[in-house]
C-alpha cells in the first residue's frame, strides 16, 4: 500500500520541465491507477460473493429453524406439553429428533455469523480498494496537470496568418 504523501506527488508551485523525468511520473502514477483498478475489480468481486454467501446462509438457516419447528411440533402435537401458570415444569428431556434440530439450528446460525462476518471484512477491503483507486486516480490526474503545454512552432491565432 503506498503512503499518502507518496500519492501527494510534486506540490502545485513545482513545475517540471525535464522530459524524461515527466514521462515517468506519468508513466508511475498509470501504472498505480491501473493497480488500483485491478484491486477495486477483486475487492469488489469479492464483497459480492460474500454477499451472496450471507443469503445462502441465512436460507439456510431459515430452513434449519423451521426443521426445528417441525421436529418441536412433532413432539407435542397436543400443545407444548407444559402445564399453563407460574408452575409449569419443563419437559426433562428433549428426544433424540430434537436435539439433533437443536443442533443444526445452531450450527446454522454459526455459519450465518461466520458468513456475515467474512462478507463485512469483503465489504471493508472494498470501500479501501475504492479509496486507494480514487486517490491514484487523483495523483495520475495532478501528474497529468503538472505536464507543460506542449509548444508548437504554429502560428497561435488563426487571425494572425496572412
Known sequence: MNSLS???????????????????????????????????????WAAQETALAVKEADAAAHDVHNDLLETRIREHPDGDGHEMGFMASPDPEYSEAMSAATTAAEESKLAYGRAEATAKLAEVSAERTAWELDQAQSHLLDVARSVPAATTDEVSDPGDAV
Do not use: N
Open 6 to 44: 507518496a500519492l501527494a506527488g510534486p506540490g502545485p508551485d513545482h513545475s517540471v520541465t525535464d522530459d524524461h523525468l515527466v514521462a515517468q511520473m506519468v508513466l508511475d502514477a498509470a501504472q498505480r491507477f491501473a493497480e488500483a483498478t485491478r484491486d477495486a475489480g477483486f475487492a469488489s
